[in-house]
């Protein structure tokens, strides 16, 4: 495990874990945000909706990269503690002040980062693989079994093309493997219809639902929705992106009826066409097909006879739950002492009396704290660390203790260190820094070297 967590970096492992950690409750305020701006439109404003969720989906990856980047350049500092082949890789997060049960999360995040990343790693993985399966599908599905549209209906269908405004090539082919219209490639598009189609539907029907397919491709949805699965393969664990993936699917259907109905001009026509359809179902989930899901259709043949309505009302209570999901995900850090394995522990402890602090650690490691006198047993104590060898508890808890004042203006960071391990030699023994080189200047008087320390993390992680 700290092997691998070397080749990636406790930097980035760090910055990964919080930014997948934030993207739930950043979903969810994306989520109600799209919502209330979407809903606000009229019902019949499916584009005006539709660019709204589009932009949510996006502003959820781009929100989680801000969260990356802010956490990897404010990571934890890392020091080690030990001597010799004992020496032990450790990170130093500085404590806040937060709600205790949200700092059991937090130092349960903190101590399971890697595990969490093997986790994810494993779910992305799976789902990227249902994306590529269906992606394969669909290459095989334009390859084989497939038979060229009769002329008439071929010259009818690119007419019905320039007529929406689409000027590139499209193939117009017949297959027996898909129940429903479906459109499949981006570059070379492709508008595949079941053979049983034009058996089964008058002249006029099978036009508007061509017309429908020939708006996806007219608005470039194909590319879109795929972008859209790679975003939630990327969250596959986050609820609110899902949401609003399957608002932004339902508003491009609607989108694609309202340029079909406006290419028709009949609502009554493409309102049978779409009950037609009403039992037909997508065999490859990555292509676009016309119908959607059954509640998806039902809704879309209603709102074709909706002329005026205040939709806000219906995502009320939705919106005001998600709300208060997201602000309930939040982080903190906690007081807690925690024995793994090895003789190590991890310490941490907030606004606890240091004598308290003592007793969990003999309890971690006995035998470790029999010889220390605490000068302050009553001080109120913040700290929080992983990793700690049972050997390194003593000269911990006698750093702890002391208490002195410094002062440097621009000093090298790296020298400044080097007079701070003489009063603190066990906190202070072998600390990475970023910046080693950066100046340094500092004024504090009467700290602790957790304080100290408090300080020199927070400076490194800002210091360019």
Known sequence: MNRLINVIGIDVLHALVWSLVHSIWQAGLVAGFVALIANAASVQDANWRGRWYGFGMVAC??????????????????????????????????????????????????????????????????????????????????????EALPEPWRRTFSELAVKLGIHHSIQFCITHKVAVPCVIGYFKPML??????????????????????????????????????????????????????????????????????????????????????????????????????????????????????NSADSVKKSISAMLLMSLMMTTAAYAWINTTSNNQISLQAKNLPLKQVLQQAEIACPGSTSKIKLRQADVMVNVNFSNINCADVPGLFIDMQERFGMRFTDVKFHAALDIIKQQCPTIFRDIRLKNPNALYSVNMQDVSCVEILNAVAEFDAQAK
């Open 61 to 146: 990856l781009v929100l989680s990269v801000l969260t990356f980047f802010h956490y990897f350049r404010h990571g934890p500092l890392r020091l080690s503690l030990g001597s010799g082949d004992s020496v032990k890789l450790s990170m130093y997060i500085p404590i806040s002040n937060e709600a205790n049960w949200l700092a059991q999360l937090s130092s349960y995040i903190n101590h399971h980062l890697l595990q969490i990343i093997v986790i994810w790693s494993f779910g992305l993985f799976i789902a990227l693989l249902f994306h590529m399966w269906g992606w394969r599908c669909n290459h095989v599905l334009k390859k084989v079994h497939i």
């Open 192 to 309: 595949l219809l079941p053979a049983s189609l034009l058996l089964g539907m008058s002249p006029q029907q099978i036009e508007v639902i061509v017309l429908h397919e020939l708006a996806h491709i007219r608005r470039h949805d194909v590319l879109i929705a795929n972008v859209q699965n790679l975003i939630k393969v990327f969250y596959f664990f986050n609820p609110f992106v899902f949401w609003i993936s399957a608002r932004l699917d339902q508003e491009r259907e609607n989108a694609c009826d309202d340029i079909a109905v406006s290419a028709c001009s009949n609502r009554i026509l493409y309102a049978k066409t779409l009950q037609h359809f009403a039992e037909m179902h997508a065999h490859f989930s990555t292509k676009i097909a016309m119908t959607g899901g059954k509640n998806m259709l039902k809704h879309r043949i209603q709102r074709l006879f909706i002329t005026k309505k």
